[in-house]
């Protein structure tokens, strides 16, 4: 009876368990205790979400992120210090060292403070410069809050993000507009394909230090689309840091707040929506992949059919080694964490889930479609025949995506040739019946001399005992 308590508590634990696919310990990094009430908002609704939340000054000399090995936290909120560094615990090294460890990290700036010399530093090494000015901000003169910003243009309005890429899908779409108040431009390097920008300003904004007060700005750090004001890194093992340019867009005072732009119109902010947007991908909530069974086996392909009909399995599966030249057919599962649960998900039309069989570079390159679903999964399949080639092989499937997990396969496999009783016979080789004509011609045209050649012995002259011509 006890352990049937015991099965009964653990999978209760499971079921409030927060919404996170990789943990609900988040740490959130606030210099001043008093200024947690600007946003309460956004602690309520991770709360609500399942997260258990922990606050730490940078300044605890106890201050831990990992310890013995393990993480103490999953995930991390870094809002902006009012001194000029995080502290020891905080250091660039010691949070790479928690992105390494599959930890992910939301870094919150501010056009208001000057941003640490150890945090540019910090996103030097991922590719995000900052401005070197470290007090600019990003204006606007033609998207801003007339209401709050009627002489700075400081507070920039802008619409949801949208898909950068048709085979891209997006997690931070929605109604209303954005209000991004004293952000920091971000610059993204063309170098490293981890790096994705969330929300970019518009064409007509630009980055400039407030402290000189000219009339115009000459060589400007960041002008127009080149500005990210939200970023995105995802490492290869698909841990997440973002790059968010102003934190005073998650106060309580910009969520659901009144705002008019340029041209009269009047509305409501969708920050608070976009808050829980950028947390749930930062945190793992949504844009998570992964990987269930994976099997291959041999197929026999009937012609008259069509789909899945016309391929039925031989063997068993996952066999180590194959022949050239057979049916084989792949399958691999595939399952998508969408904020509660893992749902089947669905590759965009214009985009393609390939397979590869490889040895050093692909013999196919095939695209897996779906063959059937489960409530929590789908199936993609392709059947295809082996090279005439025997060596080492490899199922591979390798599908990056911004805003994806990493999908990354590797299955290796041996291809023999054929044995030599497995060759076909002669005479079913078309191309052979003109060679094994000759030979039966050969040997009947040999059988039909030797029998002329003994048949026809010289006659002999009876008296003489000599040959008669």
């Known amino acids: 009876m006890r352990w049937l308590l015991c099965l009964l508590f653990v999978g209760l634990t499971g079921l409030v368990r927060g919404l996170s696919s990789s943990g609900d310990r988040l740490l959130a990094v606030i210099e001043e205790p008093a200024e947690q009430s600007k946003y309460s908002q956004l602690w309520s609704d991770l709360k609500d979400r399942g997260y258990t939340l922990s606050f730490e000054s940078p300044k605890n000399e106890k201050l831990a992120l990992i310890k013995h090995g393990e993480r103490l936290y999953d995930h991390i909120i870094l809002l902006p210090p009012k001194s000029k560094a995080y502290g020891p615990a905080l250091t660039p090294k010691l949070l790479l060292d928690f992105v390494n460890k599959q930890g992910n990290i939301l870094l919150a700036l501010s056009g208001g403070s000057r941003t640490p010399t150890a945090i540019s530093s910090l996103l030097l090494e991922l ?52 209000a991004f108040p004293r952000g920091v431009a971000q610059q993204l390097g063309n170098a490293s394909p981890l790096l994705n920008p969330i929300l970019r300003a518009k064409s007509t904004a630009y980055s400039y230090d407030p402290k000189e007060e000219a009339e115009a700005v000459e060589d400007p750090f960041a002008t127009g689309d080149q500005i990210s004001l939200v970023s995105a890194m995802q490492a290869r093992n698909s841990a997440r840091f973002t790059v968010l340019g102003s934190v005073e867009a998650l106060e309580d005072a910009w969520f659901d707040a009144s705002v008019k732009s340029m041209d009269g119109k009047k509305g409501k902010t969708a920050n608070k929506n976009f808050a829980k947007q950028l947390t749930a991908w930062t945190f793992m909530e949504s844009g998570v992949m992964k990987v269930g069974t994976i099997e291959h086996h041999l197929s026999s392909v009937v012609k008259d059919k069509s789909g899945n009909d016309n391929v039925t399995q031989l063997g068993f599966l996952n066999p180590k080694i194959y022949r050239v030249k057979n049916d084989v057919t792949f399958t691999i599962e595939l399952s998508e964490y969408t904020l509660t649960r893992w749902s089947p998900p669905s590759i965009p039309s214009s985009d393609a889930l390939q397979l590869e069989f490889s040895m050093l570079s692909p013999y196919h390159r095939l695209t897996l479609s779906p063959t059937s679903q489960t409530p929590n999964s ?64 050969t040997i009947a045209g040999w059988i039909a001399f030797v029998a002329i050649w003994l048949w026809s012995e010289p006659a002999y002259e009876a008296a003489r005992g000599k040959k008669i011509q």
């Open 378 to 441: 789908t199936l993609y399949s392709a059947t295809f025949t082996l090279p005439d080639q025997h060596g080492i092989f490899a199922f591979k499937v390798n599908y990056k995506r911004p805003f994806l997990t990493n999908i990354d396969v590797k299955q290796e496999v041996t291809v023999r040739h054929f044995a030599h009783d497995e060759w076909p016979r002669s005479w079913m080789i078309s191309g052979g019946w003109v060679w094994i004509a000759g030979v039966c011609v």
């Open 127 to 178: 590719d995000i410069h900052l401005p070197p000015d470290r007090t600019a901000i990003v204006v606007d003169h033609f998207n801003y809050d007339t209401v709050s910003a009627s002489e700075k243009h400081d507070v920039l309005l802008l619409p949801p993000p949208s898909s950068s890429r048709p085979d891209v899908k997006s997690f931070f779409g929605g109604d209303g507009v954005i």
